[in-house]
């Protein structure tokens, strides 16, 4: 997936034609047939009209053991994954949204200057991107949204569990009230007004020079 510059967020969830992830032969420059021959991905439908299938991971067990090791291995953390993951966890459970911002810009911090050094505008923004997809699909033992679409937009993740529920907006850059403005203007919380659950609204931004998070705010 390295070397091919693939993301998972771009592979999984789509239909494609049996002869693009049946035959693996090993000078084909195409990571999907090894992927669908090894087990981590498998047919969830079948389009007759089109003539091609669904792949995605057959349950959450696959999926989040092979999202760890992708994450570790692409993002290489002095952190152990799979603890950050129960800290991150425990914080949500619990309704804190400081100390989400404690963990994620600890564990963003951990990653070597080496991986997320990037020379041109568009591989920042692609690193930014994946880099949050693995992160936040690693913590999915509760509903998660990522790139959730709504009637007005598309919110970058949600977060529900049974106290709470999470709204985040990323901005590459950018700062974060940029971010919670978005959430307002594009009526991201409209759906959760009659819910019991606490809300939280956070705006965060990612610094592409430090790699890390650089504005953090909760409302």
């Given at each position: 997936?390295?070397?091919?510059?693939?993301?998972?967020?771009?592979?999984?969830?789509?239909?494609?034609?049996?002869?693009?992830?049946?035959?693996?032969?090993?000078?084909?420059?195409?990571?999907?047939?090894?992927?669908?021959?090894?087990?981590?991905?498998t047919i969830k439908d079948?389009?007759?009209?089109?003539?091609?299938?669904?792949?995605?991971?057959?349950?959450?067990?696959?999926?989040?053991?092979?999202?760890?090791?992708?994450?570790t291995s692409y993002l290489?953390?002095?952190?152990?994954?799979?603890?950050?993951?129960?800290?991150?966890?425990?914080?949500?459970?619990?309704?804190?949204?400081?100390?989400?911002?404690?963990?994620?810009?600890?564990?963003?911090?951990?990653?070597?200057?080496?991986?997320?050094?990037?020379?041109?505008?568009?591989?920042?923004?692609?690193?930014?991107?994946?880099?949050?997809?693995?992160?936040?699909?690693?913590?999915?033992?509760?509903?998660?949204?990522?790139?959730?679409?709504?009637?007005?937009?598309?919110?970058?993740?949600?977060?529900?569990?049974?106290?709470?529920?999470?709204?985040?907006?990323?901005?590459?850059?950018?700062?974060?009230?940029?971010?919670?403005?978005?959430?307002?203007?594009?009526?991201?919380?409209?759906?959760?007004?009659?819910?019991?659950?606490?809300?939280?609204?956070?705006?965060?931004?990612?610094?592409?020079?430090?790699?890390?998070?650089?504005?953090?705010?909760?409302?």
């Amino acid at each position: 997936l390295a070397h091919f510059r693939e993301n998972m967020n771009e592979l999984t969830g789509k239909y494609y034609r049996t002869e693009e992830f049946i035959d693996y032969k090993a000078d084909v420059e195409q990571p999907l047939p090894m992927i669908y021959q090894s087990g981590y991905l498998t047919i969830k439908d079948y389009d007759m009209r089109r003539n091609t299938f669904l792949l995605d991971f057959p349950n959450n067990e696959v999926k989040n053991g092979f999202l760890t090791a992708i994450a570790t291995s692409y993002l290489q953390p002095k952190k152990r994954v799979e603890g950050w993951i129960f800290d991150m966890l425990d914080a949500l459970e619990a309704g804190e949204p400081d100390t989400l911002r404690t963990l994620f810009t600890s564990f963003l911090s951990s990653i070597p200057y080496t991986m997320r050094r990037k020379d041109d505008e568009r591989e920042r923004e692609r690193y930014f991107q994946y880099t949050f997809y693995l992160i936040l699909r690693l913590i999915s033992v509760y509903t998660v949204y990522v790139e959730k679409q709504q009637s007005h937009g598309r919110v970058d993740c949600v977060f529900e569990t049974p106290q709470y529920v999470y709204i985040f907006e990323f901005k590459l850059d950018g700062t974060a009230d940029e971010a919670l403005r978005q959430i307002e203007e594009k009526g991201y919380a409209l759906e959760y007004v009659s819910d019991a659950r606490t809300l939280y609204k956070i705006g965060a931004s990612f610094s592409s020079e430090t790699g890390t998070i650089g504005e953090w705010k909760t409302v």
